[in-house]
Every structure is written in C-alpha cells, then in structure tokens.
C-alpha cells in the first residue's frame, strides 16, 4: 500500500515539473518572437498618407506626422491636416466632403514654391486615405520624403520669423561673454550705439555689462543710454545653454516710469504727512505697514526701526499696549477680540474712538478704509482740547451753581434773543423750566408767559423791544405785580456781546407802606 501511494505521488511531481517547463519554453519562444508594429505603416514607408474614420485619425506615415507637428492650427489631426492643405487646396474640405458620393478624387495645386502638388482622396471600407504626393518626386529614393522637407522647412521658416520680429532683445553668448548670436532687435539696438560712419563686425558688440549677464540670475535691470542722451531700460532674464547661455532683455521702461512716478508720490505724501500733528499709519491690504509719519513715532513712542520693518497692524498694537498707549483691557483674549473688530470696523468705515491712557492722555483714534483693502489709522493727541473741555464745562457749572444760589430770578438773552441761562429763583417765580419747555421761543415766547402769569402791563412789550435792540444801550428798570398780589421789581442790564440779563426781584410791603396804597395795589391787580 505505501508502495502504490509513493509511485502515484512520484508520478505527480513529474507531471507538475513537465508543465513547468513547458511554459518556461513557451515564455522564451515568446521573447525571442518580433514585437508587433504599433502602426501599419513602418518607417521606410515613403510618402505623406493619413487614415481617418470621420474626423478620427487612424495612423499615418512618418511623413504624415511631421505634417501634423508642424502645423500650428489647434484641434485634432483632422483640423490641423485641413489647415495645412487649405493653403494648396483652399476648398479641400468641400471636395474631401463629397466621398460618399464619389468614392475617390484627385486634386492639383502649386505650393508656395510653384512646385506641383497632387493630393488623392479615396474611401475604402469605411476609411478615409489621404496622400499627398509631389510629381517629380515620386520615383524618389525611399529615404528622401519631400514632404517631411517641406514641413521642416515650413516650420524653420516660421521659427526664424518669431525670433526676427520678437519684441524683445536676444542673444547667445559663450561662457567667457562673447557674443555669438543675436536677433535682429538686438543688431538694430547694437548699430544705433555704432560711431558714425561704422558698421557691425564679428565679434558683435555688447549692450549690457557683462557681469549682469555673466551673473545668470533672471530680473536683472540694465540701461542702455543712447547718442541722443535717452536711456532705455531692460529687464534681463538669463538662460544656460550648454557651455554659454541665452539671455533675453524685456523693455522695462513703463515698469521704471511707473517706479520713480510712485516713488516721487510717496516722497510727496511722506513730505506732507511730516508736517501733520496727526500721527498717521497707512497698511496695504494683508494689514502690513507701508507709510508712518514723524508724528506717530512722538505719539506713540514706537521706534523708527520697528517701523521700517514694516510690522502688521496686530504687532504693532501689541507694541502700543507693552508701551501702555492703549487704553488696559480687563483681559488680553478680549483686547484681541476688540482689536480685530476695530480692523473690521476700519475696514467698513466705521471705527472712530477716544483712548483714555492711564498716563493721563487722551488719544482720538480714526480708522478709515482705503482702496485695494487698504487701511489707514490716525491718531490725534486731544488731551489740552479735552481738557480745555472740562474746564469750560466746570467753569458752567460754577456760574450756574453761583446764580442758583441767588435771590433774585435772573434770565440771560443772547443777542438774538434766544434764553442762554436761567436760575432756580426764576424757576420758583414764574412755576416753569424754560430749558425743557421754552428755551426754543426767546425772548418772544418768554415775555407771552410773563404777560399771561402777571396783571396787564406793557412792560412785556418793551421787554422784548429791548432785548431784541442792538448797540448801545443803557441800563433800564420797572415793576409789575402777579396775579397773586406780589410786587416784582423788573431790571434790565446789557452785558458783552450784545448779550442782555433780565432781573426779578419781589418788592416786600414795609412797616410804613399806607394801607390805602396796598388796597389800590391789590385793587389794580
């Protein structure tokens, strides 16, 4: 039994190691067979041909490819194969469009040369057979395709005109700097620099420093300065090109006319802004500094050399809080919060605040948004106008604490009429607030309010013909009685500025007052 089982296994193994080999045979026989073309046309095909299926391109000869290399017109091998036959055949494609019908054509032409050209056209199962042949050529050796010539030749042509009619100035030089070939911009620009009377010889002359080239690093700027005095500024952009290099030079006059007319504009406003009391900052749009004036430096204590190293609006704030010019926030995450929306509100238009400083100044800080996002942040020291303020408002509110402390009810008239100033005594006499209700009447609604709490009297009338005269005048006085009875006594003195104060004062019965004249008071009243 173990004997059959091993002879059976052995049989196995052999079989297996048969068909191993086996395909280890077949996989060589495989490598050693020729590769398969990956077109139907070899590269000793001669002639220019194409295959297409509608608009698709099948294959097509060495030849055919170089047609369509060097075809500058976009799209897909239909379009620049139409393109480049439109010029021998300008209605190729209305003929190529009638196949269908007619199965095959043939058309002659004269290239740009005068030189024949016959282009055939046929439809074969389904595809498209374009060929171009030249007559005199056809019995040709097959290593000689005109076509493929007049395609290389077409594209030289076309090449060397780019070159001749670029715009910019271009050279080659070998690695000691000697100039080996130029276009012709830079021949033109090299004889204009000749002396009078001389022409261009080899070696052909230099334009340019030869260190700037010799450098190799592009952005290079270089001047060429002409007879007539002009200068003509270049922008170099140097290439390596084998032991020597290329270099190319782009005018860059507008891009230098454009500089100096910015930098004359910055030198302008920097000469302005020196002479503002107003510190000034002006950050571009990703909030760098690009402009700062002298005064901002005396406000806020920010060293010039910081400055000039153009910090963004963040760090420079960071630095006013470390100086202590900003007003000391409760907490630092919220000082940043508030920051960023002072940006925002700066941004929109809308920023205007007063800094409060723990060294007692006070600052107006101003964000205006410029063009481009641009930002401009002022800041004004109005510390004497604030202060200047507050006195005037204390010294206000001393005057009328004086005058509410008075007896008399007292009313002072501007030199248009209008109420200036009243004190309590007056409130008590005549039982209003002339400030809340009418303040906005002058003297006019004033002297009605009089006449209505008091007996018929014209000293009303004067009243306002007296406030409301203008020039000199002299003092004047009168009496008029309430409607309870009680004797006012009225004066009437003019004070700086045309300004004119009105004086109440109640007229206390004496002991020796006849009680027939208090009855004939009390009866008129």
């Known amino acids: 039994m173990d004997a059959t089982l091993t002879y059976g296994l052995g049989i196995g193994l052999t079989a297996i190691f048969a068909a191993c080999g086996g395909l280890l045979l077949l996989v060589a026989f495989q490598g050693r067979a020729p590769k398969a073309t990956q077109s139907i046309f070899d590269d000793r095909q001669r002639g220019t041909l194409f295959l297409f299926d509608g608009e698709a391109l099948v294959d097509c000869t060495p030849g055919g490819r170089a047609v369509l290399s060097a075809s500058p017109a976009p799209g897909n091998a239909w379009s620049k194969l ?233 760090a420079v704030l960071d630095s006013l809080r470390d100086r202590k010019i900003v007003p000391e926030p409760k907490d630092y995450r919220g000082w940043r919060r508030q920051i960023m929306d002072m940006e925002r509100a700066a941004a929109s238009g809308v920023y205007e605040e007063t800094w409060n400083l723990p060294g007692g100044q006070t600052y107006r800080v101003i964000g205006r948004p410029h063009p481009n996002g641009a930002l401009a942040l002022m800041i004004e020291d109005i510390s004497t106008e604030t202060s200047r303020t507050r006195r005037y408002r204390a010294e206000l509110e001393l005057g009328q604490s004086v005058i509410d402390s008075m007896d008399e009810a007292v009313a002072v008239f501007s030199e248009t009429g209008a109420l200036v100033m009243t004190n309590a005594a007056y409130a008590r006499l005549w039982g209003h607030d002339p400030s809340d209700t009418l303040s906005t009447g002058g003297i006019k609604a004033l002297s009605e309010h009089w006449r209505t709490r008091s007996a018929p009297n014209g000293l009303w009338a004067d009243i306002a013909d007296y406030v409301s005269t203008t020039g000199d005048r002299a003092r004047w006085s009168g009496s008029a009685r309430l409607l309870d009875g009680r004797m006012i006594a009225c004066r009437f003195t003019p004070l700086a500025g045309g300004a004119t104060l009105v004086g109440f004062s109640i007229v206390a019965a004496t002991p020796d007052t006849p009680p027939a004249l208090l009855n004939a008071e009390r009866r008129r009243a």
């Open 82 to 314: 139409m393109a480049h036959l439109s010029t021998a055949f300008p209605q190729v494609e209305q003929y190529l469009a009638r196949l269908p019908q007619e199965g095959a054509i043939t058309l002659e032409a004269e290239d740009a040369d005068g030189m024949p050209l016959l282009l055939k056209a046929d439809l074969r199962g389904g595809l498209t057979r374009v060929s171009l042949i030249e007559p005199e050529t056809a019995g040709s050796t097959p290593g000689h395709d005109p076509m493929v010539h007049r395609a290389m030749t077409e594209e030289l042509g076309f090449l060397r005109s780019i070159v001749a009619q670029a715009p910019v100035l271009a050279w080659r030089e070998r690695s000691d700097g000697a100039v080996i070939w130029a276009n012709a911009p830079y021949l033109l620009k090299a004889a204009d620099l000749l002396p009078t009377g001389q022409d261009l010889r080899w070696p052909l002359p230099r334009l340019f420093e030869k260190t700037a080239s010799n450098q190799g690093a592009s952005g290079q700027r270089q001047k060429v300065r002409m007879p007539d005095g002009a200068v003509m500024w270049f922008d170099l952009v140097s290439m390596p090109d084998g032991t020597g290099r290329r270099v190319y030079a782009l005018p860059a006059d507008s891009a230098v006319q454009a500089e100096t007319t910015l930098r004359d504009f910055m030198q302008t406003l920097a000469k302005t802004f020196a002479h503002l009391p107003i510190g000034l900052a002006i950050f571009d749009n990703h909030r760098q500094l690009q402009l700062f004036n002298p005064a901002l430096l005396d406000l806020t204590g920010l060293p010039p050399d910081f400055l000039s190293m153009r910090p963004s609006l963040l």
